[in-house]
């Protein structure tokens, strides 16, 4: 079995009205390479008339977004000419890569209704070599998304990058990371193996588990030593995950607030860049 490092809990971060869970980075873990950040919105309940999700237009450059969509929906639109509204049980996968500017804000139809909202959103950095890649954006509908059903259906596992044994997800990234979310009844149980040189990311989202022999509730990032292989999941209650794995990148990480480069002249020079308009003109 794989050993297990620590559990870290996700500090509340509250931005507004919005409730929010850190994850990652916290005061006990700066970042699980290539894994560098999770934010947990909700779950919550929004009245009719709200004003939704505060992420108006804002740059990134050099790291790539996952977006889960638990509960509620998000809009979606950037200057490099996505656009999107995805709904509960939806993803949005974006690679900011040289640089773009994009909003992530509720739609008209959920403001005007309101209802239950809960996202998270999961930052990837990307190797040296293709912090400049070209952006790019993929929205997947909750139909779009492979479900691999396990133990007799008490496990459900949604493909979203990579792979899960046979079955190939729709998204294939630039850094060969893998990523499902994970949906188990109480008692349900599976068992996954991630080669030892390769970093797992493991977050309880909601209900409880045992792993490896260790519980872990909600709002619960488990972090793995390198040793051992096998990954033993079973749920002590319904619980919903994210589990990912990676090979480390092994490569400065030097972040100022929405840029991720290698160093500090590089992040001196996505201010200017983003400043001149090679990121592109919010017309929003």
């Given at each position: 079995?794989?050993k297990?490092k620590?559990?870290?809990?996700?500090?509340?971060?509250?931005?507004?009205?919005?409730?929010?869970?850190?994850?990652?980075?916290?005061?006990?873990?700066?970042?699980?390479d290539?894994?560098?950040?999770?934010?947990?919105?909700?779950?919550?309940?929004?009245?009719?008339?709200?004003?939704?999700?505060?992420?108006?237009?804002?740059?990134?450059?050099?790291?790539?977004?996952?977006?889960f969509?638990?509960?509620?929906?998000?809009?979606?639109?950037?200057?490099?000419?996505?656009?999107d509204?995805?709904?509960?049980?939806?993803v949005?996968?974006?690679?900011?890569?040289?640089?773009?500017?994009?909003?992530?804000?509720?739609?008209?139809?959920?403001?005007?209704?309101?209802?239950?909202?809960?996202?998270?959103?999961?930052?990837?950095?990307?190797?040296?070599?293709?912090?400049m890649?070209?952006?790019?954006?993929?929205?997947?509908?909750?139909?779009?998304?492979?479900?691999?059903?396990?133990?007799?259906?008490?496990?459900?596992?949604?493909?979203?990058?990579?792979?899960?044994?046979?079955?190939?997800?729709?998204?294939?990234?630039?850094s060969?990371?893998?990523?499902?979310s994970?949906?188990?009844?109480?008692?349900?149980?599976?068992?996954?193996?991630?080669?030892?040189?390769?970093?797992?990311f493991?977050?309880?989202v909601?209900?409880?588990v045992?792993?490896?022999?260790?519980?872990?509730?909600?709002?619960?990032?488990?972090?793995?030593?390198?040793?051992?292989?096998?990954?033993?999941?079973?749920?002590?209650?319904?619980?919903?995950?994210?589990?990912?794995?990676?090979?480390?990148?092994?490569e400065?990480?030097?972040?100022?607030?929405?840029?991720?480069?290698?160093?500090?002249?590089?992040?001196r020079?996505?201010?200017?860049?983003?400043q001149?308009?090679?990121?592109?003109t919010w017309?929003?």
């Amino acid at each position: 079995m794989r050993k297990i490092k620590n559990l870290h809990k996700a500090v509340h971060a509250p931005m507004g009205d919005l409730v929010t869970y850190r994850a990652i980075p916290t005061h006990s873990v700066e970042y699980i390479d290539p894994f560098l950040f999770l934010n947990h919105h909700g779950p919550q309940v929004y009245k009719p008339g709200n004003l939704g999700l505060p992420f108006g237009p804002h740059p990134h450059r050099g790291f790539e977004t996952l977006t889960f969509i638990l509960d509620g929906d998000i809009m979606h639109q950037d200057t490099g000419g996505g656009e999107d509204i995805i709904e509960a049980g939806g993803v949005q996968w974006m690679t900011a890569g040289s640089g773009l500017i994009h909003a992530e804000v509720s739609s008209e139809k959920f403001k005007q209704e309101g209802g239950p909202l809960e996202i998270l959103q999961l930052w990837f950095n990307l190797p040296a070599r293709y912090k400049m890649t070209v952006p790019k954006y993929i929205g997947l509908q909750k139909d779009q998304i492979p479900v691999v059903e396990l133990d007799n259906g008490k496990v459900r596992v949604n493909v979203i990058s990579g792979s899960w044994g046979e079955v190939q997800a729709p998204i294939q990234n630039l850094s060969d990371i893998h990523m499902v979310s994970i949906e188990l009844q109480k008692g349900g149980e599976f068992i996954y193996n991630v080669p030892s040189e390769r970093n797992i990311f493991f977050y309880v989202v909601r209900g409880a588990v045992q792993v490896n022999g260790q519980s872990a509730e909600k709002l619960t990032l488990v972090e793995f030593e390198n040793e051992g292989k096998e990954v033993k999941v079973e749920a002590t209650e319904d619980a919903y995950i994210l589990f990912g794995h990676a090979q480390p990148f092994n490569e400065p990480v030097v972040s100022h607030g929405p840029f991720v480069m290698n160093t500090e002249q590089e992040i001196r020079e996505a201010f200017r860049d983003y400043q001149l308009g090679k990121m592109g003109t919010w017309e929003g």
